[in-house]
């Protein structure tokens, strides 16, 4: 184990920079994973080295000693720091004060995609995109794509939101989605209110490249046009839209029904 | 129309901490509307009078001149105030600088209730109330009881992320969840992870009293206990629970579509 005490040091001022700064963390390829749940999902998923940083207090504390040894057992480097140190580096309040410094886990898109595939054009909330990501792997849909307007999908909030799915995901960031929609041997489908087909009367019980969008504007118009299928959720007449990852998990799991009808 | 120049004008004073406190809120019975969509929202479902705050670039948007024109129709206060001191009003960044100051809703739980009703003990994130009752509204759920630990519900966040739909709803805040369960007229139906029945082979035809909980606790044991019927949504062995306003929608329109069925 590793003891940091100064400000000054410059592994500190690097993981300072980390938590605080995307661009900071985009241009090192790396990430943070707060808390203890998060910590857990990673050791149980992936196999790749990680730095643990854990608060003097935190030592100390009978759910990080196991995440600890743990981290030990992998060969991981941990790194200890003083509560002020720690508190300093973390966003979450009155959190269990152990983190992971984790290289951002890259996934290539395959050439074909043959499974069903979640399109995301500009989805902005951390937290809505951290539900989106929950509610998916939690459907058994294995794929993500964050085309380039969605939030970063490895920012501590998305992950924080992600309660450890991204680990059960397969996460594709920062593309072209008019270019992917080329490659799919699924119908693209988005919701819309402007169809008289339901997600009830739809078939669903086949692969779907399903596609949300920003929580105002919704999907691109030019991505809405390469849609094979439009769907509605029959929502009351008083009511303008439902919120995307409140719509996102009630597709995922009409689909989930039909499939498992 | 009234213009205030001063930040030390009582008036403005007040509002800052409207803007600012939910103590100063609670105890005034008062809320804020933030941007237009809810400023809209409340003028087509409620009569009451309201003041509205403009900032002086406001009063030259296109969006808010008809917003200006209506409040003013309604024989409701306009009050302007200088950019500097609406920005320090406002908790949205970049946001139409109009405003709605209201006086906050208070509903009466019915002695009999008779259709489905959502229970929620203890949720915490704004965005996930805001979530949960714009879901509701849309599966046209029309009564929302807020237990004691419950966020409130008529706060600017949870209102933002609700986007209208508080004023298609009835909600009824601050109150002891076990004594309205026996008042229901219908089965208490929960989610758990321990029980067999799927939401798609539970009987939900029919008006159900919701419970959902805390998110990370879930719904308080003593709650739990009280239920008549546990449903799960299948998930994945990998995910150990989607988020709480996901799980909601889920539930909502599962039910929708077996009454629509």
């Known amino acids: 184990m590793k003891h940091i005490t100064s400000r000054d040091n410059p592994r500190y001022k690097e993981m300072r920079q980390l938590a605080s700064s995307a661009q900071a963390r985009k241009k090192a390829g790396k990430t ?39 981290a030990e057992d992998r ?54 995109l951290g539900s989106i990501l929950r509610s998916a792997a939690a459907a058994e849909i294995q794929h993500v794509i964050c085309g380039q307007g969605t ?29 992917i929609t080329d490659k799919l041997q699924m119908p693209l489908c988005a919701t819309s209110s402007h169809t008289e087909t339901t997600i009830y009367a739809a078939n669903l019980a086949r692969p779907v490249a399903w596609l949300f969008g920003h929580e105002g504007s919704g999907v691109s118009a030019e991505l809405m046009q390469r849609a094979d299928l439009t769907v509605t959720i029959p929502q009351s007449p008083k009511i303008e839209s439902m919120n995307v990852a409140a719509s996102a998990a009630v597709c995922f799991f009409e689909q989930r029904r039909q499939l498992l009808a």
């Not at 300093?88 to 499974?115: M, R």
């Not at 970063?152 to 924080?160: C, N």
């Not at 991204?166 to 008019?178: D, K, Q, T, W």
Request: aromatic share 4%; proline share 6%; glycine share 8%.
């Open 151 to 179: 939030v970063a999908a490895w920012s501590p909030k998305v992950l924080r939101a992600g309660m450890g799915a991204h680990f059960a995901l397969n996460i594709y960031e920062g593309l072209e989605l008019s270019a």
């Open 75 to 128: 060969g991981s480097e941990v790194i200890c720091l003083p509560d002020a140190l720690y508190a300093a580096l973390s966003q979450v309040e009155n959190g269990v004060p152990v983190a992971l410094l984790i290289d951002t886990p890259v996934c290539a898109v395959p050439d074909g995609l043959h499974d069903t595939v979640v399109l995301l054009d500009g989805v902005q909330d951390p937290g809505n």
């Open 32 to 70: 943070i994973l707060d808390g203890v749940h998060l910590c857990d999902a990673y050791f149980d998923h992936i196999s790749a080295k990680a730095i643990m940083i854990v608060s003097e207090s935190g030592m100390r504390m009978s759910e990080v000693v196991p995440l600890v040894a743990r």
